[in-house]
C-alpha cells in the first residue's frame, strides 16, 4: 500500500511539472508570407523564375536574433502571380515580438521565353546587379547573397493572431534583358535577348492595413487586354499590372494614402467620357477595395 501511495504522488508530480511547463512555453503567433508580381510588359516569355531558398527573420540590433521561417527551396514562376494572385512561401508560429528585418536567400533566377530560348542568372557565382530598389531599407548582402529588408515599422507578431506580408517582386524592373532585338512586325514579331542580369526590385507590405485596386479595361465592344495600369504615389511609380486576357486587372496589397493610375494600351486612348473615377487621386483607406473601370477608344 506504502508503494502504491509514492506511485500516485510521483505520477502527480510528473502531471505538475508538464503543466508548469506549459504554462511557461514561450507566446506564439502566426506569421504568413505571401510572394506576389508585378509582371514586365513583353509578352515574350512563358516564365521569369526565381528560386528562394531560405527565409529569416530577426531583428537588426541583434544579430544573433535570425530565426529561420523557411528552408526548403522553393521555385516560383513570377508570370504565374499576378493580378492578385499569390503563393504563400511561409506560414509558421514564432514567438510574439517585435521584428524588424526580414531576410531572403535566392540563389538564381531563370527565363524562358516563347521561341524556346532559356536563361539563367546564378548569384552565388556572379551576385546582384545594381542596387536594387531600396523601399523599405532593402539591402543587397553580398556576403551570403542575400536580400536584407530593413523594415520602417516593426513586423509585430501577437499571441495567438496571425499577421500577413506579401512580398512584390517587379520583373520588368528586376530582370535587367541584354542584347535585345525584334524580328518581324506586328503580331508575328518576336523577340531575340543575349541574357539578363537579376537586379531585386521589390516591395514588403503588411497585409493588414493595405487594400485592393481592381476593374477592367474595355471599349464600346469588349474587355482587352495587355493594357498596363501603372499606380502612382506622390507623382513616383509605385507599381503596376497588367489586364488580362478578360481585360481584368488587379492591384493588391496597396497601403492606405492618395494614389493616381494611368494606363496604356498600344492603339487605344481613354475616352473622355466614362473615364471620371480614375482622372484624379484615389484615397485608398485600410482593407478597402476600389473598384477603377477604363474605357478606351482607339486613337488615330
Same mark, same amino acid.
Given at each position: 500500500?506504502?508503494? $502504491?501511495?509514492?506511485?500516485? $504522488?510521483?505520477?502527480?508530480?510528473?502531471?505538475?511539472?508538464?503543466? /508548469?511547463?506549459?504554462?511557461?512555453?514561450?507566446?506564439? *503567433? !502566426?506569421? /504568413?508570407? &505571401?510572394?506576389?508580381?508585378?509582371?514586365?510588359?513583353?509578352? =515574350?516569355?512563358?516564365?521569369?523564375?526565381?528560386?528562394?531558398?531560405?527565409?529569416?527573420?530577426?531583428?537588426?540590433?541583434?544579430?544573433?536574433?535570425?530565426?529561420?521561417?523557411?528552408?526548403?527551396?522553393?521555385?516560383?514562376?513570377?508570370?504565374?502571380?499576378?493580378?492578385?494572385?499569390?503563393?504563400?512561401?511561409?506560414?509558421?508560429?514564432?514567438?510574439?515580438?517585435?521584428?524588424?528585418?526580414?531576410?531572403?536567400?535566392?540563389?538564381?533566377?531563370?527565363?524562358?521565353?516563347?521561341?524556346?530560348?532559356?536563361?539563367?542568372?546564378?548569384?552565388? =557565382?556572379?551576385?546582384?546587379?545594381?542596387?536594387? #530598389?531600396?523601399?523599405?531599407?532593402?539591402?543587397?548582402?553580398?556576403?551570403?547573397?542575400?536580400?536584407?529588408?530593413?523594415?520602417?515599422?516593426?513586423?509585430?507578431?501577437?499571441?495567438?493572431?496571425?499577421?500577413?506580408?506579401?512580398?512584390?517582386?517587379?520583373?520588368?524592373?528586376?530582370?535587367?534583358?541584354?542584347?535585345?532585338?525584334?524580328?518581324?512586325?506586328?503580331?508575328?514579331? #518576336?523577340?531575340?535577348?543575349?541574357?539578363?542580369?537579376?537586379?531585386?526590385?521589390?516591395?514588403? $507590405?503588411?497585409? /493588414?492595413?493595405? *487594400?485592393?485596386?481592381? *476593374?477592367?479595361? =474595355?471599349? #464600346?465592344?469588349?474587355?482587352?487586354?495587355?493594357?498596363?495600369?501603372?499606380? &502612382?504615389?506622390?507623382?513616383?511609380?509605385?507599381?503596376?499590372?497588367? /489586364?488580362?486576357?478578360?481585360?481584368?486587372?488587379?492591384?493588391?496589397?496597396?497601403?492606405? *494614402?492618395?494614389?493616381?493610375?494611368?494606363?496604356?494600351?498600344?492603339?487605344?486612348?481613354?475616352?473622355?467620357?466614362?473615364?471620371?473615377?480614375?482622372?484624379?487621386?484615389?484615397?485608398?483607406?485600410?482593407?478597402? !477595395?476600389?473598384?477603377?473601370?477604363?474605357?478606351?477608344?482607339?486613337?488615330?
Amino acid at each position: 500500500m506504502k508503494n $502504491i501511495k509514492y506511485f500516485l $504522488i510521483a505520477i502527480i508530480g510528473i502531471i505538475t511539472i508538464s503543466c /508548469s511547463n506549459d504554462n511557461t512555453a514561450d507566446p506564439t *503567433g !502566426t506569421l /504568413s508570407l &505571401k510572394l506576389t508580381d508585378a509582371p514586365m510588359h513583353y509578352d =515574350q516569355f512563358i516564365s521569369a523564375s526565381v528560386m528562394i531558398d531560405k527565409i529569416e527573420i530577426g531583428n537588426s540590433t541583434d544579430i544573433n536574433s535570425m530565426m529561420t521561417i523557411m528552408d526548403t527551396p522553393m521555385k516560383y514562376n513570377l508570370l504565374e502571380l499576378v493580378n492578385g494572385i499569390t503563393s504563400t512561401m511561409a506560414n509558421v508560429e514564432i514567438p510574439m515580438g517585435d521584428y524588424d528585418l526580414i531576410r531572403f536567400y535566392i540563389s538564381s533566377t531563370e527565363m524562358e521565353m516563347v521561341n524556346g530560348d532559356s536563361f539563367t542568372y546564378n548569384m552565388s =557565382q556572379d551576385g546582384y546587379s545594381g542596387n536594387g #530598389m531600396m523601399q523599405n531599407g532593402m539591402i543587397l548582402n553580398s556576403s551570403n547573397r542575400s536580400v536584407d529588408i530593413q523594415l520602417d515599422h516593426f513586423l509585430t507578431i501577437s499571441e495567438g493572431n496571425m499577421s500577413e506580408f506579401l512580398l512584390d517582386i517587379d520583373v520588368d524592373q528586376s530582370f535587367m534583358l541584354e542584347g535585345v532585338n525584334f524580328v518581324n512586325n506586328g503580331n508575328g514579331m #518576336m523577340m531575340n535577348m543575349s541574357g539578363f542580369t537579376f537586379m531585386p526590385t521589390m516591395r514588403f $507590405i503588411d497585409m /493588414s492595413n493595405a *487594400g485592393t485596386i481592381n *476593374g477592367a479595361v =474595355q471599349d #464600346m465592344n469588349e474587355n482587352l487586354p495587355n493594357a498596363t495600369i501603372t499606380l &502612382k504615389h506622390n507623382g513616383e511609380f509605385y507599381t503596376s499590372t497588367h /489586364s488580362n486576357s478578360n481585360g481584368h486587372y488587379a492591384l493588391i496589397g496597396i497601403p492606405e *494614402g492618395m494614389y493616381t493610375i494611368e494606363i496604356e494600351l498600344e492603339g487605344y486612348m481613354m475616352n473622355p467620357i466614362g473615364n471620371e473615377q480614375n482622372m484624379g487621386e484615389l484615397n485608398m483607406m485600410s482593407n478597402s !477595395t476600389l473598384s477603377v473601370n477604363f474605357n478606351m477608344i482607339t486613337s488615330n
